[in-house]
Protein backbone atom coordinates (compact mmCIF):
# COMPACT_ATOMS: atom_id res chain seq x y z
CA UNK A 1 0.00 0.00 0.00
CA UNK A 2 1.16 3.76 -1.11
CA UNK A 3 1.18 5.52 2.35
CA UNK A 4 0.89 9.92 2.26
CA UNK A 5 4.71 9.59 2.22
CA UNK A 6 5.34 7.95 -0.67
CA UNK A 7 2.48 9.86 -2.53
CA UNK A 8 4.43 12.67 -1.92
CA UNK A 9 7.38 11.76 -3.26
CA UNK A 10 5.66 10.20 -6.64
CA UNK A 11 3.94 13.48 -7.09
CA UNK A 12 7.48 15.69 -6.56
CA UNK A 13 9.15 12.87 -9.26
CA UNK A 14 6.78 12.83 -11.67
CA UNK A 15 7.29 16.14 -13.23
CA UNK A 16 10.15 15.21 -15.25
CA UNK A 17 8.08 11.94 -17.08
CA UNK A 18 5.33 14.40 -17.46
CA UNK A 19 7.21 16.98 -19.44
CA UNK A 20 8.38 13.94 -21.15
CA UNK A 21 5.35 12.72 -23.23
CA UNK A 22 3.24 15.38 -22.50
CA UNK A 23 3.57 16.23 -26.25
CA UNK A 24 2.09 12.92 -26.67
CA UNK A 25 -1.28 14.50 -26.07
CA UNK A 26 -2.14 16.70 -28.47
CA UNK A 27 -4.68 19.18 -26.15
CA UNK A 28 -4.00 21.05 -23.05
CA UNK A 29 -7.08 19.29 -21.44
CA UNK A 30 -5.55 15.62 -22.25
CA UNK A 31 -2.21 16.26 -20.71
CA UNK A 32 -4.57 17.13 -17.63
CA UNK A 33 -6.37 14.42 -17.50
CA UNK A 34 -3.31 11.96 -17.84
CA UNK A 35 -1.55 13.82 -15.42
CA UNK A 36 -4.53 13.39 -13.13
CA UNK A 37 -5.06 9.79 -13.98
CA UNK A 38 -1.04 8.32 -13.15
CA UNK A 39 -1.00 10.35 -9.98
CA UNK A 40 -4.56 8.95 -8.86
CA UNK A 41 -2.61 5.15 -10.27
CA UNK A 42 0.35 5.79 -7.87
CA UNK A 43 -1.71 7.44 -4.91
CA UNK A 44 -3.11 6.10 -1.46
CA UNK A 45 -6.54 4.93 -3.13
CA UNK A 46 -7.39 1.50 -1.66
CA UNK A 47 -9.60 0.35 -4.76
CA UNK A 48 -8.54 1.80 -8.15
CA UNK A 49 -11.88 1.89 -10.27
CA UNK A 50 -12.78 4.48 -12.58
CA UNK A 51 -15.30 6.31 -9.64
CA UNK A 52 -12.31 6.50 -7.43
CA UNK A 53 -9.20 7.25 -9.05
CA UNK A 54 -11.67 10.79 -10.58
CA UNK A 55 -12.63 10.90 -6.96
CA UNK A 56 -8.75 10.83 -6.18
CA UNK A 57 -8.40 13.27 -8.80
CA UNK A 58 -11.23 16.08 -7.94
CA UNK A 59 -12.98 15.39 -10.77
CA UNK A 60 -17.10 14.77 -10.52
CA UNK A 61 -17.37 12.19 -12.61
CA UNK A 62 -15.00 9.17 -13.90
CA UNK A 63 -16.23 10.46 -17.45
CA UNK A 64 -13.24 12.92 -18.13
CA UNK A 65 -10.90 9.84 -17.53
CA UNK A 66 -12.73 7.54 -19.48
CA UNK A 67 -12.17 9.44 -22.41
CA UNK A 68 -8.79 10.19 -21.99
CA UNK A 69 -8.64 6.16 -22.05
CA UNK A 70 -11.11 5.03 -24.51
CA UNK A 71 -11.80 8.02 -27.02
CA UNK A 72 -8.61 10.72 -26.94
CA UNK A 73 -6.35 10.34 -29.56
CA UNK A 74 -2.31 9.31 -28.55
CA UNK A 75 -0.58 6.55 -28.95
CA UNK A 76 0.37 4.16 -25.72
CA UNK A 77 3.84 2.83 -27.27
CA UNK A 78 5.14 5.96 -28.14
CA UNK A 79 4.46 7.26 -24.56
CA UNK A 80 5.82 3.69 -23.71
CA UNK A 81 9.34 4.48 -25.83
CA UNK A 82 9.53 7.59 -23.55
CA UNK A 83 9.01 5.89 -20.85
CA UNK A 84 11.80 3.73 -22.05
CA UNK A 85 14.55 6.61 -22.12
CA UNK A 86 13.35 7.73 -18.73
CA UNK A 87 14.16 4.95 -17.13
CA UNK A 88 17.41 4.78 -18.73
CA UNK A 89 18.46 8.04 -17.81
CA UNK A 90 17.61 7.71 -14.13
CA UNK A 91 17.98 4.24 -13.47
CA UNK A 92 20.39 2.49 -16.45
CA UNK A 93 23.51 0.66 -15.72
CA UNK A 94 25.89 -1.47 -17.84
CA UNK A 95 24.65 -4.28 -15.85
CA UNK A 96 21.26 -4.17 -16.51
CA UNK A 97 18.74 -6.85 -15.94
CA UNK A 98 15.10 -7.29 -18.48
CA UNK A 99 12.80 -9.39 -16.42
CA UNK A 100 10.19 -11.23 -17.84
CA UNK A 101 6.71 -12.21 -16.74
CA UNK A 102 2.98 -12.51 -16.96
CA UNK A 103 0.47 -11.56 -14.59
CA UNK A 104 -3.50 -12.30 -14.38
CA UNK A 105 -6.44 -10.32 -13.85
CA UNK A 106 -9.96 -11.75 -12.55
CA UNK A 107 -12.54 -10.69 -14.39
CA UNK A 108 -16.30 -11.33 -14.12
CA UNK A 109 -18.04 -10.70 -17.64
CA UNK A 110 -16.76 -12.02 -21.20
CA UNK A 111 -16.15 -8.63 -22.72
CA UNK A 112 -12.67 -7.71 -21.53
CA UNK A 113 -10.39 -8.35 -24.34
CA UNK A 114 -8.44 -11.59 -24.01
CA UNK A 115 -11.17 -12.75 -21.31
CA UNK A 116 -11.28 -16.43 -21.26
CA UNK A 117 -11.36 -19.10 -17.89
CA UNK A 118 -7.21 -19.74 -18.16
CA UNK A 119 -4.34 -20.53 -15.40
CA UNK A 120 -4.06 -17.31 -13.77
CA UNK A 121 -0.62 -17.29 -11.53
CA UNK A 122 -1.68 -14.60 -9.28
CA UNK A 123 -4.62 -16.46 -8.38
CA UNK A 124 -2.57 -19.80 -8.07
CA UNK A 125 -5.69 -21.65 -10.30
CA UNK A 126 -7.81 -21.33 -13.36
CA UNK A 127 -10.15 -18.35 -13.47
CA UNK A 128 -12.03 -15.83 -15.83
CA UNK A 129 -9.46 -13.69 -16.44
CA UNK A 130 -6.81 -11.40 -18.78
CA UNK A 131 -3.46 -12.17 -19.19
CA UNK A 132 -0.75 -9.64 -19.25
CA UNK A 133 2.93 -10.22 -20.07
CA UNK A 134 5.22 -7.50 -18.64
CA UNK A 135 8.33 -6.69 -18.96
CA UNK A 136 10.47 -4.65 -15.91
CA UNK A 137 14.13 -3.03 -16.27
CA UNK A 138 16.30 -3.40 -12.78
CA UNK A 139 19.32 -2.48 -11.80
CA UNK A 140 21.10 -1.42 -8.54
CA UNK A 141 19.51 2.18 -8.30
CA UNK A 142 15.84 0.89 -8.79
CA UNK A 143 13.62 -0.88 -10.85
CA UNK A 144 10.43 0.22 -13.43
CA UNK A 145 8.02 -1.55 -15.45
CA UNK A 146 8.82 -0.65 -19.18
CA UNK A 147 6.44 -2.75 -21.78
CA UNK A 148 3.51 -4.79 -21.96
CA UNK A 149 1.26 -6.91 -24.04
CA UNK A 150 -1.81 -8.48 -23.27
CA UNK A 151 -1.83 -12.16 -23.96
CA UNK A 152 -5.21 -12.87 -26.54
CA UNK A 153 -5.98 -16.26 -26.70
CA UNK A 154 -7.36 -18.41 -30.03
CA UNK A 155 -10.79 -17.95 -29.05
CA UNK A 156 -10.52 -14.40 -29.27
CA UNK A 157 -8.31 -14.11 -32.26
CA UNK A 158 -10.72 -16.42 -34.58
CA UNK A 159 -13.54 -14.23 -33.69
CA UNK A 160 -12.93 -11.45 -36.07
CA UNK A 161 -16.40 -9.66 -34.69
CA UNK A 162 -15.67 -10.38 -31.05
CA UNK A 163 -12.27 -8.38 -31.34
CA UNK A 164 -13.83 -5.41 -33.41
CA UNK A 165 -16.15 -5.02 -30.88
CA UNK A 166 -13.46 -5.16 -28.15
CA UNK A 167 -11.37 -2.61 -30.65
CA UNK A 168 -9.10 -4.67 -31.12
CA UNK A 169 -7.13 -3.88 -34.44
CA UNK A 170 -7.66 -6.91 -37.39
CA UNK A 171 -3.69 -7.21 -37.73
CA UNK A 172 -3.55 -8.57 -34.09
CA UNK A 173 -2.88 -12.27 -34.76
CA UNK A 174 -2.72 -14.95 -32.70
CA UNK A 175 1.06 -15.29 -30.32
CA UNK A 176 1.66 -17.44 -27.40
CA UNK A 177 2.95 -15.63 -24.34
CA UNK A 178 6.80 -16.33 -24.83
CA UNK A 179 6.54 -15.29 -28.69
CA UNK A 180 4.95 -12.03 -26.74
CA UNK A 181 8.34 -11.32 -24.44
CA UNK A 182 10.45 -11.94 -27.25
CA UNK A 183 8.78 -8.99 -28.88
CA UNK A 184 9.07 -6.72 -25.88
CA UNK A 185 13.04 -8.24 -25.55
CA UNK A 186 13.57 -6.81 -28.93
CA UNK A 187 11.63 -3.18 -28.36
CA UNK A 188 14.02 -3.41 -25.53
CA UNK A 189 17.12 -3.96 -26.84
CA UNK A 190 16.52 -1.10 -29.31
CA UNK A 191 15.64 1.35 -26.98
CA UNK A 192 18.44 3.60 -25.14
CA UNK A 193 18.00 0.89 -22.14
CA UNK A 194 21.32 -0.96 -21.42
CA UNK A 195 20.85 -4.81 -20.82
CA UNK A 196 23.12 -7.64 -19.95
CA UNK A 197 20.61 -10.09 -19.26
CA UNK A 198 17.25 -11.14 -19.39
CA UNK A 199 15.47 -13.63 -16.83
CA UNK A 200 12.02 -15.10 -17.23
CA UNK A 201 10.22 -17.82 -15.86
CA UNK A 202 10.47 -21.39 -17.57
CA UNK A 203 7.95 -21.28 -20.36
CA UNK A 204 10.05 -18.29 -21.78
CA UNK A 205 13.26 -20.20 -21.29
CA UNK A 206 11.64 -23.20 -23.91
CA UNK A 207 11.36 -20.40 -26.38
CA UNK A 208 14.55 -21.25 -28.97
CA UNK A 209 13.62 -18.30 -30.65
CA UNK A 210 14.42 -16.31 -27.88
CA UNK A 211 17.10 -17.96 -27.02
CA UNK A 212 18.96 -17.68 -30.33
CA UNK A 213 18.25 -14.02 -30.11
CA UNK A 214 19.88 -13.30 -26.78
CA UNK A 215 22.96 -15.24 -28.06
CA UNK A 216 23.66 -13.56 -31.29
CA UNK A 217 22.97 -10.28 -28.87
CA UNK A 218 25.81 -11.38 -26.52
CA UNK A 219 22.70 -10.86 -23.91
CA UNK A 220 22.89 -13.77 -21.41
CA UNK A 221 19.39 -15.40 -20.18
CA UNK A 222 18.32 -16.82 -16.98
CA UNK A 223 14.83 -18.76 -17.10
CA UNK A 224 13.35 -21.11 -14.28
CA UNK A 225 13.43 -24.77 -14.97
CA UNK A 226 10.35 -26.35 -16.41
CA UNK A 227 8.16 -28.68 -13.79
CA UNK A 228 9.32 -32.67 -14.11
CA UNK A 229 6.31 -34.72 -14.60
CA UNK A 230 5.39 -36.96 -11.41
CA UNK A 231 6.07 -39.85 -13.12
CA UNK A 232 9.23 -39.01 -15.09
CA UNK A 233 12.16 -42.02 -14.12
CA UNK A 234 15.15 -40.51 -12.71
CA UNK A 235 18.66 -41.68 -12.72
CA UNK A 236 20.75 -40.98 -9.51
CA UNK A 237 23.84 -40.02 -10.84
CA UNK A 238 24.66 -39.64 -15.29
CA UNK A 239 24.86 -42.68 -16.31
CA UNK A 240 27.27 -43.93 -18.41
CA UNK A 241 26.94 -45.58 -21.84
CA UNK A 242 28.21 -49.08 -23.25
CA UNK A 243 27.57 -50.44 -26.63
CA UNK A 244 25.23 -53.53 -27.30
CA UNK A 245 26.10 -56.74 -26.86
CA UNK A 246 28.41 -58.87 -29.44
CA UNK A 247 26.11 -59.96 -32.69
CA UNK A 248 23.61 -56.73 -32.02
CA UNK A 249 23.32 -54.94 -34.79
CA UNK A 250 25.35 -51.91 -34.91
CA UNK A 251 26.89 -49.71 -32.55
CA UNK A 252 23.35 -49.67 -30.63
CA UNK A 253 24.32 -47.60 -27.09
CA UNK A 254 22.29 -48.77 -23.84
CA UNK A 255 22.35 -46.69 -20.82
CA UNK A 256 23.52 -49.02 -17.95
CA UNK A 257 21.83 -48.21 -14.38
CA UNK A 258 24.36 -46.46 -12.05
CA UNK A 259 25.00 -48.67 -9.26
CA UNK A 260 26.08 -45.98 -6.55
CA UNK A 261 27.17 -41.96 -6.49
CA UNK A 262 29.46 -40.99 -9.60
Same mark, same amino acid.
Given at each position: ????? @??ATWDRELDDP %???IGHRFGRADLRRRMRDYVRALVSPVGRKNGWQLAEHAGHRTPDGLQRLLNGATWNADDVRDDLQTYVADNLGEADGVLILDDT? %??KKGTTSAGVQRQYSGTAGRTENCQIGVFAAY $??????? +?VDRELYLPKSWTDDRDRCRAAKIPDERTFATKPELARAMVLRALASPLPIAWVTADAACGQEWRLRRMLEETAVR +?? @????EVPAD? $???????? +?? $?GAEGGMGEALVR???QGPA
Open positions: MIDDL @AD %FLRG %FV $ATTRGRA +L +LR @AGRPT $ALWPCRPP +LH $ARRC
